[in-house]
């Protein structure tokens, strides 16, 4: 099966910025909607950024009407306009992987195991080293016209190391991991990716479908 690389340039802390993402990363199209049924493909993106701290990650998608009512971590947010990526930090030594999925308000889901099945959640004392910024706010949902919204936020390296062990951050270090848009229930369910996924349904927690993810 095909293996997309994406490759995550550097930068520093000190100069890390939304819009140093934006004009200095490469671009993740997330553009793999195996399961469309319904022609509804939002065009979606995905950069990232590493430091010597961790990973600046920024979504887009251009979508005109979203729905986000979940409010709290560990919500379905699946279920509304999401986006979402899954890293596999250290793919020689741990078949785990991390899930981050962000409904249009910054509304966290995130876990580790395995596969789908008996993921073990993140606790909510790590959200603040998560730096969520979401270019929605709640109180603001109702008056979305679009014609875009994002996501942006930090993976910690030592937040990492405290599931993974120690691990080496720098040029050729090479990561798995997939970027995903979807909305299950919402006017047009869809369900997009950037490393295409050959399954008969819906499926994002699929690891051997993941991509290469490589520093430089």
Known sequence: ??????RIKKTTETMVSEKIIL???????ISCFSWDENGYR?????????TEKGLHVYMISYENKITATYTKM???VYKESCMEFFIKPNPEKDDRYL????NAIGTLNSGLGKDRFERLAIPEIYLE????????????VKDFCGPFWSVRFFI??????EYFGKIHAGPGTEMMGNFYKCGEVVDYPHYGCWNEIKNERPDFHRPECFGRLVLE
């Open 156 to 161: 910690p390296f030592d937040f990492i190391e």
């Open 74 to 76: 560990h919500d379905p």
């Open 23 to 29: 004009d200095c990363a490469n671009t993740a199209e």
């Open 1 to 6: 099966m095909e293996k997309k690389i994406y």
């Open 129 to 140: 080293r998560f730096k969520i910024s979401a270019s929605v706010k709640k109180e603001n």
């Open 42 to 50: 939002p065009k979606s993106e995905a950069r990232v950024l590493y």
């Open 99 to 102: 899930n981050f999925e962000f």
